[in-house]
C-alpha cells in the first residue's frame, strides 16, 4: 500500500513539475492578450457613421512598455464625408495600432504591404509600401515610394505628406511624372462609388 502511493504521489509531482516548465517557455510579451475572427467595426458620431474598419483577424497584445494591435492578415478602412458619402478607401497587407505607449500615452497606426489609399470623390488613388497615421494631427505620411494616380496623370516620389482623408496629398521628392489634357469640356466626372443610378419604378 506504501509503495502504491509513493508511486502516485511521484506521478502528480512529475506531472507537476513538467507543467510548470511548460508553463515558464511561454513568452507573455509574444502571446496576444486576445484574439478576434473576422473584425467589423464601425465608429460614429451622433448616429452618423465616420468610418468602419474590417480584418480578418486581430490581435492584441499588452507589454511592460506598450499596447498595441495587429493586423497580421489584412485591414481595410472605410471613411465617409458629413454628408454620409464613402470618401476615403485604405487597404494594406498588415497593419499595426499602438493604442498606448506607457510612457507618453500615444496613439498611432501604421500599414504596410501593398497600401493603397484611393479618394473616390477626388478619384485618386496612391499606391506605397508603408503609411503611418498620426490620429492627433489627422495627418498620414510615409518616406517610401509613392505612386499617385488620378485623372490628370500619373505623379511619383519619395515621401509623402496629406490630411487622413488623401484630400490634399503632397509629393516631396517627385520624379519622372506624367500628365495629360483633356480637351472634352462636357465630360461629367462620376463619383462610381457613391453613385445609386436611376431608380427603378
Known sequence: MATALLAVAFVLVSCGKGKLREADKIDLDSTPVQVAHDMFAVQTRDGQVLQRMEAPL??????????????????????????GLLETIITANQARHITSAKKSKGESWEAYGNVVVHNAIKRQ??????????????????????????DQ?????????????????????????????????????????????????
Open 58 to 83: 486581430l490581435e492584441r497584445y499588452s507589454t511592460d512598455t506598450l499596447d498595441f494591435e495587429l493586423f497580421p492578415e489584412g485591414i481595410s478602412v472605410f471613411a465617409y464625408t458629413p454628408e
Open 125 to 150: 488613388t496612391m499606391e506605397t509600401d508603408t503609411i503611418y497615421w498620426d490620429r492627433k494631427s489627422e495627418e498620414i505620411y510615409t518616406d517610401c515610394y509613392v505612386k499617385l494616380f488620378s
Open 153 to 201: 496623370g500619373l505623379m511619383q516620389g519619395y515621401g509623402m505628406r496629406s490630411d487622413d482623408r488623401a484630400r490634399n496629398a503632397i509629393l516631396l521628392k517627385p520624379f519622372d511624372s506624367y500628365g495629360y489634357s483633356q480637351e472634352d469640356s462636357t465630360k461629367v466626372a462620376i463619383d462610381s462609388v457613391n453613385f445609386i443610378g436611376p431608380l427603378r419604378k
